[in-house]
Each structure stands twice: as C-alpha cells, then as structure tokens.
Nanobody, 118 residues
C-alpha cells in the first residue's frame, strides 16, 4: 500500500501560481509512476499530468501545456505540480495518484482544493 498526502492548494487570483506537492509513504520501493488528476464541480475527473519513475514519460493534458510542470524527487518520494498562469477553469480538487499502469491511478491522495478567482 502507498499513502499519498497532498499540500499546496489554496486560493489564488487569475494569472497567479501555485505549487502542489505530494509525499508518498508506505510501499514506495515499487517505483510507481505518479500523476495528478482534478475534478471541478459538475465535471468529470480528468488526468492533468503524469510522470514515470525514470521521468522518461511525462504527460500534460492539452489545456495545461505550457502552464503546468510536473516533476518528482525520487529520493524524497515526492511529486510536484507547478501551476502558472492559472485561470478560473483550473479551479478544482486536485488529487495525487500513484500506480504501475498508465495513467497511474492505483492509489489516491485525499485531494487539495485549488480555487482561482477572476
């Protein structure tokens, strides 16, 4: 089992930035891919970004390309999501995930709220 704890969400004005972090604990020796999903009110949950253990595979959905950057520190079992140029469409609960398949979704964090005010 892997436990994931997100941090870094909050309220930001449009055009601003936030950095989400997710710390993994438990069975972290399995070299999981990790990712971020989000779910806005009344909308389907969507895969935002993902990164493989070796960082050889990195995915960003089209709507965040050029604005969001996913990265990871394997020594600290942590994944990050740097979010720049935020707009109201980015308002959602963001979930950190980990897993062996793609997109990685075997394990989920509790979610962190990101609210962008216009």
């Amino acid at each position: 089992q892997v436990q994931l704890v997100e941090s870094g969400g909050g309220l930001v004005q449009a055009g601003g930035s936030l950095r989400l972090s997710c710390a993994a604990s438990g069975r972290t020796s399995s070299r999981y891919s990790m990712g971020w999903f989000r779910q806005a009110p009344g909308k389907e949950r969507e895969f935002v970004a993902g990164i493989s253990w070796s960082r050889s595979v990195i995915y960003n959905r089209d709507s965040v390309k050029g604005r969001f950057t996913i990265s990871r520190d394997n020594a600290k079992n942590t994944v990050f999501l740097q979010m720049n140029s935020l707009d109201s469409e980015d308002t959602a609960v963001y979930y950190c995930t980990a897993g062996n398949k793609w997109p990685p979704n075997d394990y989920w964090g509790q979610g962190t709220q990101v609210t962008v005010s216009s």
